[in-house]
């Protein structure tokens, strides 16, 4: 039996950035990711329970990336000029509070002023809102990326990926059961609440972040509010001061992300009214008390938990792979596994979903991991804020366009067209990692 010594030892050895920033960064994301897929994993449903519809589903998503994308360049901005640290802390109270709207959301619709407003109303001011607080999120990549020396890059993000589905695991199955005891509407208002506590929790952690950046100036609110239009002039001209490469992973994944948002939000509502894993769906009933869509609710619970653990058990080789085997064949290969899940999921039933989740959840670990270490590998340190602003502000751009137009193919088409349109895109995304991005030597990294 080997000594706990030797054991330490190698831990050490293997993960000697889990400490400060990156340790905070982890007890945060616990909070919110587990907080996060809690009402995640019955959101459409709910969605569709407060008035809306799948083309509704799809413009609360492009509505939200929208305003997502409108505060990446300001973000960025200020993330390599006046630091990550307050931008990270102060913005995740926001989100949190934001959160309010999801749980507040009527159930029938009100008349104010001779307007009338449905449930489904309020979560899109909600979601705005919330995407708006995440003028951090540059901030936050950067951080992260900093806070991992560059041969520690791939065990690094896979880690994140590990932990975050572990706290996420319990999620499926406590929303189950809120949903079976309460009811889904209910339940869904409690997960809300919970969403609530849990993020401002995950907030006064964030307080003891420490910054990462060396050089940073004082803040200047006057300054910040006057500095949009050089930010966007600084996010568009930093790719000219980056590899190549970047540039052109920097498309790949463009194309890749809006792609996988075209059917990522209908997931729900396509194994529900067309696989119909619960019975079929009685559309003269109410949602909340159609048995069929109850008994899918479970199911579906079931399908999730199933994602998460799967995630779970594949995160830690995945980030062995990418320190060992490099960081674009991996990227590549979860670009590709995107085709056969995608079809596995259209035309199979309740348990080919065991196989086609899975096999999703297993790419998104691979783009998750592989693409975080190839950015830091290629981008110098003072240039991360920027070039992550304005990679999130086009790349979010490009999912509100083809997330609006899922939800409308799905409803004006067929529901198998937003899927079909996904394998579609995912081939030119691999063609470009495959012949224009070229990994750096472990020698020429950034770090």
Not at 126 to 150: E, H, K, R, T
Not at 267 to 288: D, R, S
Not at 320 to 329: F, P, S, V, Y
Request: proline share 6%; net charge positive.
């Amino acid at each position: 039996m080997e000594p706990k010594s030797s054991l330490k030892e190698r831990l050490k050895n293997e993960l000697p950035f889990f400490r400060g920033n990156y340790m905070i960064l982890i007890m945060s994301w616990i909070l919110m990711d587990f907080a996060g897929e809690l009402p995640g994993t019955y959101y459409s449903d709910y969605v569709i329970q407060l008035g809306g519809t799948p083309t509704i589903i799809g413009v609360i998503m492009a509505v939200s990336l929208v305003c997502l994308a409108s505060v990446q360049f300001l973000g960025g901005y200020l993330a390599d000029k006046y630091g990550r640290r307050w931008l990270i802390s102060t913005l995740t109270f926001g989100i949190g509070l934001s959160f309010i709207f999801f749980a507040a959301a009527p159930s029938q619709p009100l008349t104010f002023m001779g307007i009338t407003i449905k449930g489904w109303h309020f979560i899109l001011l909600g979601a705005a809102i919330q995407n708006l607080c995440l003028l951090y999120q540059p901030a936050l990549f950067a951080m992260m990326a900093d806070s991992v020396p560059p041969e520690k890059r791939g065990m690094g993000f896979s880690l994140v990926n590990l932990i975050m589905s572990v706290s996420t695991t319990p999620a499926p199955i406590v929303a189950l059961m809120l949903v079976a005891t309460y009811g889904s509407l209910l339940g869904m208002r409690i997960a809300y609440a919970i969403v609530i506590v849990l993020y401002l929790a995950a907030a006064v952690v964030r307080l003891r972040l420490k910054e990462s950046m060396k050089n940073t100036e004082k803040i200047n609110v006057r300054q910040m509010l006057r500095s949009y239009p050089q930010a966007m002039k600084e996010g568009i001209g930093i790719w000219k001061k980056v590899p190549r490469s970047t540039r052109f992973l920097f498309f790949s994944e463009l194309i890749a992300r809006s792609a996988m948002a075209m059917a990522q939000m209908l997931f729900l509502v396509y194994a529900f009214y067309v696989l119909k894993i619960g019975g079929t769906p009685n559309l003269a009933m109410a949602p909340e008390l159609d048995p069929a869509l109850q008994q899918a609710r479970i199911m579906w619970g079931y399908v999730m938990t199933v994602l998460f653990m799967s995630m779970i058990a594949l995160s830690f080789p995945v980030g062995k792979l990418l320190d060992k085997a490099g960081r674009r064949i991996p990227l590549i290969i979860s670009n590709l596994l995107v085709i056969p899940s995608t079809l596995i999921l259209i035309y199979g039933n309740y348990l080919t979903l065991y196989i086609a989740l899975p096999l999703m959840g297993f790419s998104a670990l691979l783009t998750f991991s592989s693409y975080q270490a190839l950015f830091a590998d290629l981008v110098p340190q003072a240039q991360r804020g920027k070039v992550t602003g304005s990679n999130h502000f086009f790349t979010y751009l490009g999912t509100a366009v083809t997330g609006a137009i899922g939800g409308f193919t799905y409803e004006a088409v067929s529901p198998q067209t937003p899927f079909l349109l996904t394998i579609i895109l995912i081939i030119p995304s691999t063609a470009i990692l495959l012949f224009r991005v070229k990994e750096p030597k472990p020698e020429e990294r950034q770090a």
